[in-house]
């Protein structure tokens, strides 16, 4: 690391850039108890991850240089997204396979990048202090988080510190909620089906509130249980870490 | 068809153009080979034969067992199965000659297999204790059909013919040239086809039971 | 809707459907997940499994030739078939040759692939499947829905209806054992009077020249042994150097696909019978098929000529538990199926199949030789795109989202439009209904904004630092 505190970039994602930036606040005010000197660059848009994900190597390759570009100089990049983070550090490099040095570029990049949850734990040891929500809740893994970037047991050890909060275990919390970004929109059918056994053993744990680590699978989880009628509310783990969970979940207005 | 092998060899060959100098190919099979023994199953603890009869009888396998001293209290031992099962004493005798020399008295013998036998005796070439698997190599001695069309199937075992591990056994037959049928018989015939659930004698045998014949002590 | 979307669509309205996948599935799931916390050394095989596939795919040309001529010394026919069409014929070909009226056969997927079930009815041969599974779909008329378990899509009310009508003395048939036994019944004498059996290979042993069958029934056995000639079809990636390596390979395959340690029944079978044998067949057939493979070599599909065809991909794959095997429309649903069926049957026919998918990881995750699915899923993907099949409106809108994209001042000013007009079309918190949103809006509400970007709020917060 070249400064010490570190040079960070939040990358924000696009959906929490647009849905719900609260997320981008308790990133920041996360960063910050850790003393890093956060910046927001103003440059960034999106990871790229569905132009990738429908096939379009070629777009998704524009997208990644520009972000390779804006992020150059950070000591570290952090995503409040696991499947954005795995775009980055792991995708990324892929798609520069055949061009040595944007690949030296890439893989620069993706040595730097983090998760947020898995960096608060993993690199800085970082417990809530003083935090409390009474409440209870369960956690669903969101799949890239999960199998690219081995995202599972940190944020669970976080919220245990995290006062009044009582976890309810998720069956089935390692299995994919049916998001899978713009799959939901192409096989809505499908996707729902999905969806629907997800929001069931969300509701069987008879918990308050639904964490998670990726705004899109919340999204599609939030959507369906209140689309059925569920009382189950949603936030991302960091939201709650930060102390911002007596704010409004997941489509509550302030 | 040579036409064909030729054709698909070429297709390989659009790929894979340099097929490697077999002495480099045997060089990466032992690299991988000296991995094998971290990857088996850690499980073969104690000796073989104890090792085996505990897994035959374990609930994946769900074979019924039990160790007798000598191969002449074999006859016997059948007896007490058929006894205990309600079934006839007209046992279907592999034609084997250790089986033969045995005095079966107060049972029927034939040396054939019908198709709805319902109590065949056998003899195993040997057993796996890691898997808890009999083995049958084909013979004039040893019919496949034996292992496969009685109900009732009666196996018995030498306890020195037990190798630890799948691998001992593929040593100790290791460049002889092979019967025409190998058999791991691993517990009675089941079938899981409808609807995942567990059924037992689905065209093989509906019971196997393991005679382990004599023991490291005696 | 295309034909994918209409199988679909029937699939999830048949409530039967999921009841019989989630019986199989689960109990799958759940015995494979014991049989793998019972085995540490669980990640350590799967890597060396997926080398040493690796190794035979690297030097094909090598164990195919070393294969050839040890099956050869064991008195074995050799035939090589470079498409399915051409497998059939030799199959055929045996049989008539044979003067065979019965032919009983052993689950084969590979025989599936082919279409040699049909290809033997075209013939005039009387086909009796003895898998439990593929005797249930053989009276049903239908194709397998899965791989391990062809005839999963059938609850146990199904099977007993199709036995009632087609056994003989089907008894009560009121328990699953009942209907197994009524089978067991049902397929004796068939066993015994067949004129040739035909099995498929889990693997062919490049070193003694034998093939491997796994089954748990017994089936296998009952089909090669009592027959005049057994003929073998195999896939030819389905070798591994020596039975020492098929160790390894079972210790993978059978966890994976049933949670049992072994099958009941694992058969090394090496030529016709010998001198003094009492029982065997006397002519011993081996059909190698390339009917694709090398095709999949060269397309840098290398990684799934691995699979060991163990179905644990598709127990896992949350779209498969949805819709089952046959609305994939192919011979090898899930994901496996995913990467295999566009190369074998064109990528424009079936380019649903890598689209559906969301790309979870988890068939990845349970792959006993660690095939990377979702990254070839993906690759089917770029093919598709690359080849103009992405339909247009989400073409088009993706070419929209990267034009933005790369450009962040327009990006924003687009957002924060977009950000004023979406409340307009919520109630409380929430969409249920919005235009070009009907993916989404269909089923699940979507949360509105917050409000103002995350960028624009977190600019005007530090202008008034």
């Known amino acids: ?254 | 068809m040579t036409d064909a092998k030729q054709a698909i060899f070429a297709a390989i060959r659009k790929t894979l153009p340099a097929p490697a100098p077999a002495p480099t190919i045997a060089a990466e099979l032992s690299q991988l080979r000296a991995r094998i023994n971290a990857t088996r199953p850690d499980r073969v603890s104690g000796p073989a034969d104890e090792v085996f009869l505990e897994r035959v009888q374990s609930p994946g396998v769900a074979a019924t067992a039990e160790r007798i001293n000598s191969f002449d209290e074999f006859p016997a031992a059948v007896m007490r199965y058929a006894v205990r099962h309600n079934l006839g004493l007209d046992i279907a005798l592999q034609p084997h000659p250790d089986l033969a020399t045995l005095n079966w008295s107060g049972c029927q013998t034939h040396d054939h297999i019908g198709t709805d036998e319902t109590l065949a005796v056998g003899l195993a070439l040997g057993g796996i204790a890691e898997t808890g698997s009999l083995i049958f190599h084909s013979s004039q001695i040893s019919p496949t059909l034996f292992a496969f069309l009685p109900l009732h199937h009666i196996v018995a075992i030498p306890y020195k013919n037990i190798w630890p591990w799948m691998e001992d056994y593929v040593a100790s037959f290791a460049g002889k040239s092979p019967p025409r049928n190998v058999n791991f018989v691993t517990g009675a015939s089941g079938t899981t086809d409808i609807e995942g659930a567990l059924v037992r004698g689905a065209h093989g045998p509906g019971w196997l039971h393991i005679v382990v014949v004599g023991s490291p002590g005696l | ?465």
């Not at chain 1, 132009?51 to 972000?67: C, E, F, M, P, V």
């Not at chain 3, 039967?16 to 599935?25: E, F, M, S």
């Not at chain 3, 073998?232 to 020596?242: M, Q, W």
């Open chain 3, 1 to 465: 809707m295309n034909a994918f979307q209409g199988r679909v669509t029937a699939a999830l309205a048949d409530p039967t459907l999921k009841t019989a996948i989630d019986r199989t599935t689960n109990t799958a799931r759940s015995k494979r997940a014991a049989a793998i916390a019972a085995w540490p050394e669980f990640a350590q095989a799967r890597e060396l499994g997926r080398d040493m596939k690796d190794h035979v795919i690297a030097n094909m040309e090598y164990y195919l030739t070393m294969f050839e001529a040890n099956a050869v010394k064991t008195g074995a026919k050799i035939h090589w078939a470079r498409t399915g069409q051409e497998a059939c014929e030799i199959v055929v070909g045996i049989c008539k040759a044979a003067k065979a009226k019965s032919v009983t056969r052993s689950k084969s997927m590979l025989g599936e692939e082919i279409g040699l079930p049909h290809a033997l009815e075209a013939a005039g041969i009387e086909r009796v499947e003895t898998d439990l599974a593929e005797h249930i779909i053989q009276l049903a008329g239908e194709t397998p829905s899965h791989i391990i378990w062809p005839a999963l899509h059938k609850t146990r009310e199904q099977v007993g209806e199709l036995f009632r009508a087609h056994h003989t003395d089907p008894g009560e048939l009121a328990t699953v054992e009942e209907m197994v036994s009524s089978a067991r019944r049902n397929l004796r004498e068939k066993f015994m009077a067949a004129d040739v059996g035909i099995s498929g290979a889990n693997f062919l042993i490049a070193d003694t020249g034998a093939i491997c069958t796994v089954t748990n029934e017994g089936n296998a056995e009952l089909t090669t042994t009592p027959p005049r000639v057994h003929i073998v079809t195999a896939g030819i990636e389905k070798l591994v150097p020596s039975m020492v390596e098929a160790m390894t390979m079972l210790r993978l395959l059978v966890r994976s696909a049933t949670g049992a340690e072994l099958t009941q029944y694992t058969t090394f079978h090496a030529g016709p019978k010998q001198p003094g044998d009492v029982d065997g067949p006397e002519e011993f057939h081996i059909v190698l098929v390339d009917a694709g493979r090398t095709t999949m070599l060269a397309e840098g599909l290398a990684e799934m000529l691995r699979c060991l065809r163990c179905g644990a991909c598709m127990n896992h794959c949350v779209v498969y538990r949805q819709i089952g095997g046959h609305a994939y429309g192919a011979t090898y649903p899930g994901p496996m199926g995913s990467v295999i069926t566009p190369s074998l049957d064109g990528l424009e026919t079936s380019q649903d199949l890598p689209r559906a998918c969301t790309l979870n990881g988890q068939c990845h995750e349970v792959c006993p030789v660690a095939i990377p699915l979702p990254t070839l899923i993906r690759g089917w993907r770029t093919k598709a795109w690359v080849q103009g099949y992405e339909p247009l409106h989400t073409a088009w809108a993706l070419r929209i989202w990267e034009f933005f994209a790369l450009r962040p001042v327009l990006y924003q000013l687009a957002s924060n439009l977009a950000l004023r007009i979406m409340p307009l079309f919520a109630k409380g918190g929430w969409i249920s209904k919005m235009p070009l949103a009907g993916g989404w809006t269909r089923y699940r509400d979507m949360p509105i904004p917050q409000g103002g970007s995350f960028l624009a709020q977190y600019k005007k917060r530090q202008a008034a630092k």
């Open chain 1, 1 to 254: 690391m070249k400064n010490n505190p570190p040079r960070v970039a939040l990358f924000a994602t696009c959906l929490v850039d647009a849905m719900r930036p609260q997320i981008g606040f308790a990133a920041l005010a996360l960063l910050e108890q850790v003393n890093c000197l956060v910046e927001v660059p103003m440059g960034q848009t999106c990871c790229g991850q569905p132009a990738l994900n429908s096939g379009d190597q070629d777009g998704t390759r524009k997208i990644a240089k520009h972000n390779i570009k804006l992020l150059a100089g950070f000591d570290h990049v952090v995503v409040p997204s696991g499947s954005c983070a795995a775009t980055i550090k792991k995708d990324y490099p892929d798609l520069f396979e055949t061009d040595p040095v944007w690949h030296a570029k890439a893989v620069d990049l993706a040595n730097r990048t983090y998760e947020l949850l898995s960096y608060m734990s993993d690199i800085w040891g970082w417990r809530p202090k003083n935090v409390s929500c009474a409440t209870t809740a369960t956690y669903h893994d969101s799949c890239s988080g999960l199998r690219s970037l081995n995202v599972q047991a940190q944020p669970r050890a976080m919220l245990a510190s995290v006062a009044g909060l009582e976890m309810r275990p998720l069956e089935g919390a390692n299995v994919c909620c049916g998001f899978g970004g713009t799959f939901c929109v192409k096989y809505p059918d499908i996707s729902n089906a999905i969806v629907a056994e997800k929001a069931a053993a969300i509701n069987a744990t008879g918990a308050d509130l639904l964490l998670g680590g990726d705004l899109g699978c919340l999204m599609n989880m939030a959507g369906k249980l209140h689309r059925d009628g569920s009382k189950i509310r949603a936030f991302h783990a960091a939201e709650i870490l930060a102390g911002m969970g007596d704010g409004p979940a997941i489509g509550e207005t302030a």
